[in-house]
C-alpha cells in the first residue's frame, strides 16, 4: 500500500519536460501560446500600417519644406528615434490610462478607465516605425534626380503618374 503523501510529493518532484509545457496536452500551454501569437501578429500587422500612414505624413512635411510641418516632423523623428522602444510603450499605455481616467468625470463617471492593450501596442508600433519610416521616404525621395522628374514634366506626364512611376517606384 503506497502512502498518499509520498506519490503526492514524488508527482511534484518529477521534471516536466519542455513539450509537456507548450504542447497541447492537458497540462500544457500550446493554445494559449499560439492565441498569444496571434495577437502579436495582429498588433505588429496594425500597428505597421498606421506606421506607414505616420511615415508618408512625417516623409511628406519634411519634404514639403514649410516651416512648422517640417519642424514638427524633424522634432517627432528625432525624439521617436532617439527613445528606446519601452518607454514608448509606457508612455502610451499607462498615459493613455490616465488620460481616459481624467476624462471620466466627463461622461459621469469616477472609475478608472484601462487602456487596452491591443490599440496601445498597435499605436506604440505605429509611432516607433513611423518615424524610422519617414527617414526612409524621405531619403527614397531625395534619392530621386531630379532631372528625371523635370524629364518627365517637359514630356507632359501628369504629376500623379509621376510620382508612381518615378518616384515611387
Not at 46 to 72: D, E, H, Q, S, Y
Not at 137 to 145: E, I, P, S
Amino acid at each position: 500500500m503506497s502512502d498518499p503523501v509520498v506519490s503526492q510529493v514524488t508527482s511534484i518532484m518529477n521534471p516536466v519536460s519542455f513539450i509537456g509545457v507548450v504542447g497541447f496536452g492537458p497540462n500544457g500551454w500550446g493554445a494559449t501560446l499560439l492565441q498569444g501569437a496571434a495577437i502579436t501578429l495582429a498588433v505588429t500587422v496594425c500597428g505597421m500600417l498606421l506606421g506607414m500612414v505616420f511615415a508618408t505624413l512625417g516623409a511628406w512635411a519634411k519634404i514639403l519644406n514649410r516651416r512648422a510641418f517640417a519642424g514638427i516632423a524633424e522634432a517627432y523623428t528625432t525624439v521617436i528615434r532617439g527613445l528606446p522602444d519601452l518607454p514608448i510603450i509606457y508612455i502610451i499605455c499607462f498615459g493613455g490610462s490616465a488620460v481616459l481616467t481624467w476624462m471620466q468625470p466627463l461622461f459621469g463617471s469616477s472609475w478608472f478607465s484601462y487602456f487596452p492593450g491591443f490599440i496601445a501596442g498597435t499605436i506604440a508600433i505605429a509611432v516607433t516605425s513611423g518615424a524610422q519610416g519617414t527617414e526612409v521616404l524621405r531619403g527614397g525621395f531625395n534619392a530621386v534626380h531630379k532631372g528625371e522628374i523635370e524629364v518627365a514634366s517637359a514630356c507632359g506626364m501628369p504629376r500623379y503618374l509621376r510620382l508612381r512611376r518615378i518616384v515611387a517606384h
